[in-house]
C-alpha cells in the first residue's frame, strides 16, 4: 500500500468494521474507524496490511477473472473491507460478485473531490453485486454492466441479504435494475442511477432503482432510463416497462429522490404499501408521472414533472388506483424540454379507487397543477373516489358558467340581471358557494339543479351553496328557510267580517313557495295569512272574523319564505 493510498482513502472510509493487520507474522484485530492514524502510530509499513484488491492479486491490469479470484480471496478472509484505488481513467474488470455465506463485507473506492469512484466493469452479463450476504455495503464507486438493449438480464445490484448499504455510487449501462434492494432495513443514498432497462422489449416492468424490501430507507437518489437520448425519446410501449423509480416493497422511507426519463417516473405497487415519501419526482415520464396502486401509502410535497411526453393529454401525472393512500402538497408542472410544444396529463390527479369504505378512498390536500382535461377527475367504478380539499380563495369572475377546478368560492361580478347557468369543473363531493354583488338569476338544468327545479334569482349580497355529485351540481343549505323580511303595517279598526291586505313586500320568492307570517305584538281574534302573489312579491292579509269590531295594533310583521 502506498502513502498516497493511506492518506487520500483510508481518512474517507469511516466504519466500526474491524480489519486484520499484519505485522512480524501476527494477526490482531484493529477498529477499521481510525485504521489511518494507527498506521502512523504504529509504524506499520504498507506491505503489512491486505486490504486493497491489489493486495489480493487483482487491479486495472487484470483480467475479469483474475479480479473475481481476488474479490473471491477477500470474502473468505477475515478483511471486512476491501478498497478500489485506481481513479485515472482506468477501470477494474470484474465478473458477478456473489456474496451468499459472507457477511459484513464492504466494497469501497477511492474518493476524491467531485469526481466519480473507481469505474467497476461487468464485461458480461449477470448482477454485478448480488446474494443474500449480510451487512454487505458499497461505497465510492462507478458500476457499469453491459446494457445492450438485449434480453440477456444485467443489473448492478441485486441484494436480498438483511442491512444492504449502498452509498456515493453511480449505476450506468444495465438492461435492467441498476438497484434493486429486496432485503429488510438496507439504506440506498446519494446515489445516481442510469441508462438502466435498456431492455426495451422487456414483458416485466422494473425499475432503475427498486426498492424491494421492508423498512428500506432512499436518500437523495436519481435515477432514470435514459429515454430523453436523440435516438430514443418515445414510449417503449403500451405497457410502459420502464420505470425510474418503482416501490414493491412496504414501510419503505424515500426521501429527495427522483425517478425519470422514463415510461413512469414512480410506481407503487404490490401488496405491502405503507410506504412514506417526501420531496420526491417523477419527471420526464412518456406515461404516467406517478402510478400509485398499492395501498396506504403517504405522499407529501410529490412533484409531477413533464408528463405525458408521448402524446399531449394523453396519460396522467397522478394515477391511483391503490386504497387509503394520502397525498399532501402535491404538484404538477410542465416545460417543453425539446422545443417540440408543451404536453399536458390528461388529468393532473386521476382517482380509480372503487370502495364503498370511506377509509379506502383517497386522502388530498393542497394539491394543484396544470392538465389538460381536469385537475382531478374521479374515476372509480361507481363510487366517489376521494376526498380532494380546495382551497377557497375567491374567484371573481362575471362568467355564466364559473371554471370550479380550483376553488370553492365564487365571487359573481356580473351586471344586473346576468346569469348563471352551470359550473365547469369540480369533482364529486366538492362544495361551491356563490356570493351575488349585483341580483342575479340561477338558471335551471339537469347539470345545474336548483331548489324547487326551477330558475330564481339571488338578490345582491346573498349566498348559495353547490355540491357536486358526479358531475351534477346541487344546490343545498337552508337559504330557502332563512329569506325573512321585517314589514311595518300602521294600526288600524276592522268591522266584523272585514279583511285587509297589505301592499307588496319586496324579497326573492316564487310562486307556489311556502309563506310564513307573525306579527310582533298581539293583534287579537283575527286571522292572518301571507302568500306569493308574484316573483319577489309576498302580501299579508288580515280578516275579522271575530264577531265585533277590531282594532289592530301597529307592528312588525315578519314574513319568511321556505322554498317549495
Not at 248 to 258: H, K
Not at 359 to 384: H, I, P, Q, R
Not at 510 to 535: L, M, R
Amino acid at each position: 500500500m502506498s502513502d498516497e493510498i493511506t492518506t487520500n482513502v483510508l481518512p474517507q472510509v469511516t466504519s466500526a468494521d474491524e480489519v486484520l493487520v499484519y505485522s512480524d507474522g501476527a494477526a490482531a484485530r484493529q477498529p477499521f474507524a481510525d485504521f489511518g492514524a494507527q498506521l502512523v502510530a504504529s509504524g506499520l509499513v504498507a506491505s503489512d496490511v491486505a486490504v486493497t484488491i491489489e493486495d489480493f492479486g487483482g487491479g486495472v491490469d487484470k483480467s475479469e477473472t483474475e479480479n473475481r479470484d481476488a474479490v473471491q480471496a477477500f470474502l473468505e478472509s477475515d478483511v471486512s473491507v476491501l478498497l478500489f484505488t485506481s481513479m485515472a481513467d482506468t477501470e477494474y474488470l470484474l465478473s458477478p460478485v456473489d456474496t451468499t455465506g459472507y457477511n459484513r463485507k464492504a466494497f469501497v473506492g477511492r474518493f476524491e473531490g467531485s469526481r466519480m469512484g473507481p469505474v467497476i466493469r461487468n464485461p458480461g452479463y449477470g448482477d454485478s453485486f448480488y446474494g443474500s450476504g449480510e451487512n454487505i455495503t458499497l461505497q465510492n464507486l462507478y458500476v457499469q454492466g453491459n446494457g445492450d438493449g438485449s434480453n440477456n438480464v444485467s443489473r448492478g445490484v441485486n441484494l436480498t441479504g438483511k442491512w444492504a448499504s449502498v452509498r456515493n455510487s453511480w449505476f450506468r449501462f444495465f438492461n435492467d435494475e441498476g438497484v434493486y434492494l429486496r432485503s429488510g432495513a438496507a439504506t440506498v443514498a446519494d446515489c445516481t442511477g442510469w441508462d438502466c432497462c435498456k431492455n426495451r422489449s422487456s414483458t416485466t416492468r422494473r425499475g432503475a432503482l427498486r426498492l424491494g424490501g421492508f423498512d428500506i430507507y432512499s436518500v437523495n437518489n436519481q435515477f432514470g432510463c435514459s429515454q430523453n437520448v436523440e435516438d430514443y425519446r418515445q414510449l417503449t410501449g403500451p405497457d410502459m416497462v420502464n420505470v425510474g423509480v418503482m416501490i414493491d416493497g412496504a414501510n419503505c422511507f424515500v426521501v429527495n429522490t427522483s425517478g425519470e426519463n422514463a415510461d413512469i417516473g414512480i410506481w407503487l405497487t404490490g401488496d405491502n404499501g405503507f410506504n412514506r415519501l417526501i420531496n420526491c419526482r417523477g419527471d420526464f415520464s412518456w406515461g404516467h408521472n406517478w402510478l400509485i396502486e398499492s395501498h396506504n401509502n403517504m405522499i407529501a410535497n410529490g412533484l409531477a414533472e413533464n408528463p405525458s411526453l408521448e402524446s399531449d393529454g394523453l396519460y396522467d401525472a397522478f394515477r391511483i388506483t391503490g386504497a387509503g393512500n394520502r397525498l399532501s402538497n402535491c404538484h404538477v408542472h410542465a416545460v417543453d424540454p425539446f422545443e417540440t410544444g408543451v404536453c399536458l396529463p390528461k388529468y393532473a390527479f386521476n382517482d380509480m379507487v372503487a370502495s364503498e369504505k370511506l377509509e379506502e378512498l383517497t386522502k388530498y390536500s393542497n394539491c394543484d397543477g396544470v392538465y389538460k382535461d381536469a385537475l382531478f377527475v374521479s374515476s372509480g367504478g361507481g363510487y366517489s373516489g376521494s376526498s380532494f380539499e380546495v382551497k377557497s380563495h375567491p374567484l371573481r369572475t362575471d362568467s355564466t358558467t364559473p371554471d370550479v377546478n380550483r376553488t370553492g368560492f365564487v365571487v359573481c361580478t356580473q351586471a344586473e340581471g346576468g346569469q348563471i347557468t352551470g359550473l365547469v369543473g369540480g369533482y364529486s363531493g366538492q362544495e361551491v358557494t356563490i356570493l351575488a354583488t349585483t341580483p342575479i338569476t340561477l338558471v335551471h338544468s339537469t347539470e345545474f339543479w336548483l331548489r324547487g327545479e326551477r330558475d330564481h334569482s339571488m338578490e345582491a349580497n346573498t349566498l348559495t351553496s353547490f355540491v357536486n355529485y358526479y358531475g351534477r351540481w346541487y344546490e343545498h343549505g337552508d337559504q330557502g328557510d332563512t329569506k325573512i323580511v321585517d314589514f311595518w303595517w300602521a294600526g288600524q279598526t276592522l268591522l266584523n267580517g272585514a279583511s285587509v291586505t297589505s301592499a307588496d313586500i319586496s324579497l326573492r320568492c316564487n310562486v307556489g313557495d311556502f309563506v310564513e307570517v307573525a306579527p310582533s305584538v298581539a293583534v287579537g281574534a283575527v286571522i292572518y295569512t301571507a302568500q306569493v302573489v308574484a316573483e319577489r312579491k309576498v302580501r299579508i292579509t288580515v280578516a275579522n272574523m271575530s264577531g265585533a269590531t277590531v282594532t289592530i295594533p301597529a307592528a312588525v310583521w315578519r314574513v319568511r319564505i321556505k322554498e317549495r
